[in-house]
Nanobody, 115 residues
Framework: QVQLVESGGGLVQPGGSLRLSCAAS????????MGWYRQAPGKQRELVAA???????NYAGPAKGRFTISRDNAKSTLYLQMNSLQPEDTAVYYC?????????WGQGTQVTVSS
C-alpha cells in the first residue's frame, strides 16, 4: 500500500524558513517523479515544485529563488526547503508521486506564515 507522509509544517514568521519532508513507502521511490503542491483556503491546488526520477527540477513562479526541492532516494524521502516565507505562502502543502498515468497524494501539512 502506497503511503506518502508529509511533515515539517508549522507556524513561521514572515522571512522565516521551513523544511518539509515527505516519506514514501510502498513504491520504488527512485522510479517516480515527485512534486510539492499547495492549496490555500478558497483556492485551487497548485504546483509548487517538481523533481523527476532523474533529478531534474521545475519550479512554479512563486517558488523560484526561494524554495528548493530535493530527494533522497536511499531514504525514499522528498524535501522542500522554503526560505523567505511570506504570508501568501500560507497553505496546506501536499506531496505527490507520479509515474505514467498513476499518481498518489499525501494527506498534507499546514504551513502558516504570520507575525
Amino acid at each position: 500500500q502506497v503511503q506518502l507522509v508529509e511533515s515539517g509544517g508549522g507556524l513561521v514568521q514572515p522571512g522565516g524558513s521551513l523544511r518539509l519532508s515527505c516519506a514514501a513507502s510502498g513504491i520504488i521511490f527512485r522510479l517516480y517523479a515527485m512534486g510539492w503542491y499547495r492549496q490555500a483556503p478558497g483556492k485551487q491546488r497548485e504546483l509548487v515544485a517538481a523533481i523527476t526520477s532523474g533529478g531534474s527540477t521545475n519550479y512554479a513562479g512563486p517558488a523560484k529563488g526561494r524554495f528548493t526541492i530535493s530527494r533522497d532516494n536511499a531514504k525514499s524521502t522528498l524535501y522542500l526547503q522554503m526560505n523567505s516565507l511570506q504570508p501568501e505562502d500560507t497553505a496546506v502543502y501536499y506531496c505527490n508521486a507520479a509515474r505514467s498515468s498513476w499518481s498518489s497524494w499525501g494527506q498534507g501539512t499546514q504551513v502558516t506564515v504570520s507575525s
